[in-house]
């Protein structure tokens, strides 16, 4: 079975740009969580969606938006990135939202802002 | 706000040799803890996990963890080390105040173990 996909791999964008991460949950999952992890650190809570609702929301701006598909994919928008927005942009997906579901990470999508 | 701290940020050990990393977290209810583990190039992926019951848990390749509960602690060890190992380690908890599968990770621990 396919495991947690994020595209793209890469991504460089400049200060002000938007940008737009993709992932595609394991079959039968239904809750897709984002994380942000910057160099050295470990990965920070962003957004939960579970059934295309919002569970969950870390301490980020309102620059950050995501939501989820009918198919459980999700998107996270970033707008007016800024410098500080490079990271490793991770997607963990589970069954269900709930917390003793074991959440499986994806590669992760590399940010860099220039 | 809870938080996860992870002691040890790089850990050089020669092969054979003994392991435990060290994790403590800030809340006092009910919390479920995790160990994760990402292998150079790869996902992150789950090596262990509490959830209640018996406190020394044991994971995948070898490590187990126990879970203190009186020194908000969850210490990962493993008897002795291998070269393939060698990755970086997060402790990680869910808090039990609400249902979502919000995952606070510490800042990580780099292992570098030496053949």
């Known amino acids: 079975d396919a495991g947690v996909t994020q595209s793209p791999t890469h991504l460089i964008k400049t200060r002000g740009q938007q940008v737009t991460l993709r992932c595609s949950p394991i079959s039968g999952h239904k809750s897709v969580s984002w994380y942000q992890q910057v160099l050295g650190q470990g990965p920070q809570f962003i957004f939960q969606y579970y059934e295309k609702e919002e569970r969950g929301r870390g301490n980020f701006p309102d620059r950050f938006s995501a939501r989820q598909f009918p198919n459980y994919s999700s998107e996270l928008n970033v707008n007016a990135l800024l410098l500080g927005d490079s990271a490793l942009y991770l997607c963990?997906?589970?069954?269900?939202?709930?917390?003793?579901?074991?959440?499986?990470f994806g590669p992760g999508t590399r940010l860099t802002v220039l | 706000a809870q938080s996860v701290s992870q002691h040890n940020h790089h850990v050089i050990l020669s092969e054979a040799a003994s392991l435990e990393l060290g994790c403590n977290y800030s809340y006092g209810g009910t919390v479920n803890l995790f160990w994760y583990v990402q292998y150079p190039g790869q996902h992150l992926q789950l090596l262990l996990k509490y959830f209640s019951g018996d406190p020394l848990v044991k994971g995948i390749k070898g490590f187990e963890a126990e879970f203190i509960k009186s020194k908000f602690s969850f210490n990962l060890r493993k008897p002795s080390v291998q070269w393939s190992d060698t990755a970086e380690y997060f402790c990680a908890v869910i808090a039990f105040s609400g249902n979502t599968g919000k995952l606070i990770f510490g800042q990580g621990t780099t292992l570098q173990v030496k053949p």
């Open positions: 963990a997906s589970s069954s269900t939202h709930l917390r003793y579901n074991e959440q499986f």
